[in-house]
């Protein structure tokens, strides 16, 4: 199965990111070229196999459930490209 | 008081001890070698006012007999995905345009809390995406090494190419690395020097920019196995920040490396026997058997039977998490912003023009193989298939007590070489990317080079947690190949 246009375009949209449509095309060739690669993971009998999702089988470890962080506005806020009264700033989404 | 940035880890804190030299030398040195050599573009921040007050003050400790760290007054470099409070942090990208982190990664926060002395922030592929160090928004890294006869510029691998080149020019003592397919071993290799991948959870991802997280781990990149293992002393350690960091003791390493491998067995795995295997490579492995069994191992083939399949599991398992992990950068809480008609619009043009092409490439793939349909015929196939890759090395274990290949398929390659074709770039991960599907350590060591005067290096692979006889092994090649080739001009 390989992927055409109209895909790979739905999959920039669903990523958020930006593709002109005059790069579609190239783009379609290099993800084809690694997905036809990836095909041969096909051959492998997996029959009966747990899917691995990490090394570490153990259960996650839990903390106390307290408060021991946060209070801290402006450290969370320095690096944003746009804040302001204490919050982010974005463009509207409500109409 | 030449050349103190020649020295190793383990002779500067001997000449510190005897007050031979002052941190603030060998501060000095290293960062006029980093001024020197800027034409390689290994930093893409330098801290020279930090690095030189943070030596003063550990010079001071020292004049009045405070206690010493167990790397205090050593000038490193810092892999720019780990996160320095108040200083510049990139991952290579411009979408992280600006980003002065309010908090300290836990790894560097051990370094500091050593007494260590940062020289700055070393480039590196963009996320931590690629094997050259040729798709950091930053500029390509350039390797030290030329070879014979020929000036074409060679990358030094990647992603850690700014740490390797650094360690290797003589701009630091050591530096950090971070490994998820095997960027800390393949460029440890390209340039000559030693460079370990711990264990999954040896050492904390706290404050590390996230990669592929069930992948991802620091790791040191340094000249000796010695200097390794004092810097992984260091670096390792429980966090409870990091829920996946394991609460093991840390092992005096340093004490473990003169053990000697007598007894010690040895599995050397067929697989790695690639068609078309440079035959380089293949003598320099036959040489690593013969070195260890000249000291005692005993060498046994075994078998990993899903060593082929590795690669195209991790190019599943690596762009899906990263397309969930990079996520974040939406121009909304930190980094690069582009403005848009709307929310949407502004994510989609941030992430445009923020991300490179590489790791638009791995975003997309990721997305697409974690999507409605094809998810349980990718990602959870890839995950199975990555069960059977650690059940080949669980099995070879019960054999065999450390594994020994080759750490890279080829010397370093040309800067302009590699770039067209995005598959054959990442067949450089071929021998190391099994390791971190598994989770386990794996160093590099420098053993030799190839005939064109290139350096080339030999991989060894331990059990989980087990890196003590990783560095024992390790120690074994490096005191038989003796390697004490420099860079030409370093």
């Not at chain 2, 007050?19 to 501060?27: H, Q, R």
């Not at chain 2, 960062?31 to 930090?50: G, I, P, S, W």
């Amino acid at each position: 199965m390989s992927l055409d246009q109209k895909q790979v375009k739905h999959i920039a949209t669903l990523a958020r990111i930006r593709v002109e449509d005059a790069e579609l095309p190239g783009l379609v060739n290099e993800l084809n070229g690694i997905m036809t690669w990836i095909e041969q993971l096909n051959e492998v009998d997996v029959t009966g196999v747990e899917p691995m999702a990490g090394v570490q089988s153990r259960a996650l470890p839990r903390r106390a459930d307290v408060i021991n962080d946060g209070g801290d506005p402006e450290k969370v806020l320095k690096n944003a490209p746009d804040a302001t009264h204490g919050f982010f700033v974005v463009p509207k989404v409500v109409e | 008081m030449n050349e103190l940035n020649h020295l190793t880890i383990a002779a500067a804190l001997q000449g510190l001890a005897t007050k031979t030299f002052t941190a603030y030398d060998l501060t000095m040195a290293c960062l006029m070698q980093m001024e020197k050599h800027r034409e390689l573009n290994a930093f893409v921040t330098e801290t020279q006012d930090l690095a030189l007050q943070t030596a003063m003050n550990s010079d001071i400790r020292r004049a009045q007999g405070q206690a010493m760290g167990a790397l205090d007054g050593i000038p490193l470099g810092i892999k720019d995905l780990f996160c320095t409070e108040g200083v510049l942090t990139t991952a290579g990208s411009h979408i992280l345009d600006g980003f002065h982190p309010t908090y300290e990664s836990t790894v560097s926060a051990n370094l500091w809390k050593a007494g260590a002395v940062m020289l700055g922030k070393l480039n590196m592929d963009e996320f931590a995406m690629g094997s050259s160090n040729g798709t950091s928004y930053y500029g390509p890294v350039t390797n030290p090494w030329r070879r014979k006869g020929d000036n074409t510029r060679l990358v030094p691998g990647g992603s850690s190419g700014g740490s390797a080149t650094a360690v290797a020019a003589r701009m630091a003592l050591a530096a950090t690395g971070t490994d998820t397919g095997g960027s800390i071993r393949q460029p440890a290799a390209f340039t000559g020097i030693v460079g370990l991948k711990p264990t999954y959870g040896r050492c904390s991802r706290w404050g590390i920019v996230a990669f592929a997280s069930s992948l991802d781990q620091a790791g040191p990149m340094c000249r000796t196995v010695e200097d390794t293992a004092i810097m992984l002393g260091v670096m390792a350690g429980y966090d409870p920040k990091d829920s996946t960091s394991v609460d093991l003791p840390v092992p005096d390493y340093r004490k473990a490396i003169e053990g000697g491998v007598k007894g010690l067995k040895v599995g050397v795995p067929k697989e790695y026997r690639l068609d078309g295997l440079s035959p380089e490579i293949a003598k320099l492995w036959e040489q690593g058997v013969a070195w260890l069994k000249e000291q005692g191992a005993e060498i046994k083939e075994i078998t990993l039977p899903h060593t082929k399949y590795a690669l195209p599991v991790y190019y599943i398992i690596a762009p899906a998490e990263a397309s969930s992990n990079l996520a974040r950068y939406d121009g909304v809480r930190f980094g690069l912003r582009v403005p848009g008609e709307s929310l949407d619009d502004m994510y989609e043009q941030t992430r445009a023009a923020g991300f490179g092409k590489e790791v638009r490439r791995r975003v997309m793939i990721g997305t697409y193989v974690l999507s409605a349909g094809y998810y349980d015929a990718y990602y959870l196939r890839a995950q199975r298939i990555r069960a059977l890759i650690l059940k080949d090395f669980t099995d070879a274990f019960k054999d065999v007590d450390v594994v020994l290949t080759p750490s890279t398929p080829s010397a370093a390659f040309g800067l302009e070489e590699k770039f067209d074709d995005p598959v054959a770039m990442y067949l450089n991960d071929v021998f190391t990317v099994t390791v971190n599907l598994a989770g386990l350590p794996g160093i590099s060591v420098p053993a030799g080079l190839d005939s064109r005067g290139l350096p080339l290096g030999l991989q060894l692979i331990g059990r989980a947690f087990d890196e003590e006889t990783v560095l024992r092994a390790g120690r074994a090649i490096e005191r038989a190949a003796n390697f004490t080739a420099k860079p030409e001009g370093f």
